[in-house]
């Protein structure tokens, strides 16, 4: 990886996003990445909004236990 050039600091801020973006949704990131990766390979075509954080039809695996004080 090339972590020390403005692509791979561009590309580390995307994947940082990403990761922020589903735990504001309540998601587990590893699961939600490893879900949206699988869907990527298993469609032929992909409806994008499917697999963002906050759609409908991300599976209740992905998502964060509730914490409860």
């Known amino acids: 990886m090339f972590c020390n050039t403005p692509g791979g600091a561009k590309s580390s801020a995307a994947v940082y996003s990403i990761i922020q973006t589903a735990m504001e949704n309540g998601l587990n990131p590893q699961a ?34 509730n914490k409860k004080a």
């Open 32 to 65: 939600y990445l490893e879900y949206a990766f699988r869907q990527i390979q298993l469609q032929d075509t992909l409806c994008i909004e499917k697999l963002l954080p906050w759609a409908e039809e991300i599976p209740v695996s992905c998502k964060m236990p």
